[in-house]
T-cell receptor, first 115, second 108 residues
Framework: EAQVTQNPRYLITVTGKKLTVTCSQN?????MSWYRQDPGLGLRQIYY???????DKGDVPEGYKVSRKEKRNFPLILESPSPNQTSLYFC??????????????FGPGTRLTVL | AQRVTQPEKLLSVFKGAPVELKCNYS??????LFWYVQYSRQRLQLLLR??SRESIKGFTADLNKGETSFHLKKPFAQEEDSAMYYC??????????FGQGTELSVKP
């Protein structure tokens, strides 16, 4: 089944403890992206990647890192999480940004709480 | 500045009534615009894109460059339309900008 998976789905952690949220897609998509969803603010893009080894900042990249060593994986790294990073995180992928249709396929979300 | 604005947090209508979810954008180039929907306990999914000029589940959206708007419309709302709706814009550089979202509640 074609899908985007994220792990873990739920995570409670403490301030300063490094964590990684994994994202994987099995559709051979070139484009992958991370978003956070907060009440009243909608979805905001954190980082995106046009292809392997190509990443770029979205609107809210501070406090996050990403890497794209292989096409299928796009992990989100929080080196020193803080309470203001408590949020619902979504990973998404799409075929390519060079051609239409640009449809993004979203993962199920990861709910992160930083105490 | 590149921005997508959805002025209504919540829109509540009765079944069978017309629906219009507003979306305004700010973008210097030629925009690529989309509507995404998130039903309760489900993933976000694409509803429609302006380039296709399609109608999905009875919804349509027309790009009005003069008013910089991309409002989502449906002539007769159904209860199963209740969901969170997001308008989104794609920049030339591949960045995706979402609006704040509008929760649509269709009452019986």
């Amino acid at each position: 089944e074609a899908q985007v998976t994220q792990n873990p789905r739920y995570l409670i952690t403490v301030t300063g403890k490094k964590l990684t949220v994994t994202c994987s897609q099995n559709m051979n998509h070139e484009y992958m992206s991370w978003y956070r969803q907060d009440p009243g603010l909608g979805l905001r893009q954190i980082y995106y990647s046009m292809n392997v080894e190509v990443t770029d900042k979205g609107d809210v990249p501070e406090g996050y890192k990403v890497s794209r060593k292989e096409k299928r994986n796009f992990p989100l790294i929080l080196e020193s999480p803080s309470p203001n990073q408590t949020s619902l995180y979504f990973c998404a992928s799409s075929l390519s940004w060079q051609t239409l249709p640009y449809e993004q396929f979203f993962g199920p979300g990861t709910r992160l709480t930083v105490l | 500045a590149q921005r997508v604005t959805q002025p209504e947090k919540l829109l509540s209508v009765f079944k069978g009534a017309p629906v219009e979810l507003k979306c305004n954008y700010s973008y210097s180039g030629s925009p690529e615009l989309f509507w995404y929907v998130q039903y309760s306990r489900q993933r976000l999914q694409l509803l429609l894109r302006h380039i296709s000029r399609e109608s999905i589940k009875g919804f349509t959206a027309d790009l009005n460059k003069g008013e910089t708007s991309f409002h989502l419309k449906k002539p007769f709302a159904q209860e199963e339309d209740s969901a969170m709706y997001y308008c989104a814009l794609v920049t030339k550089g591949g960045k995706l900008i979402f609006g704040q979202g509008t929760e649509l509640s269709v009452k019986p």
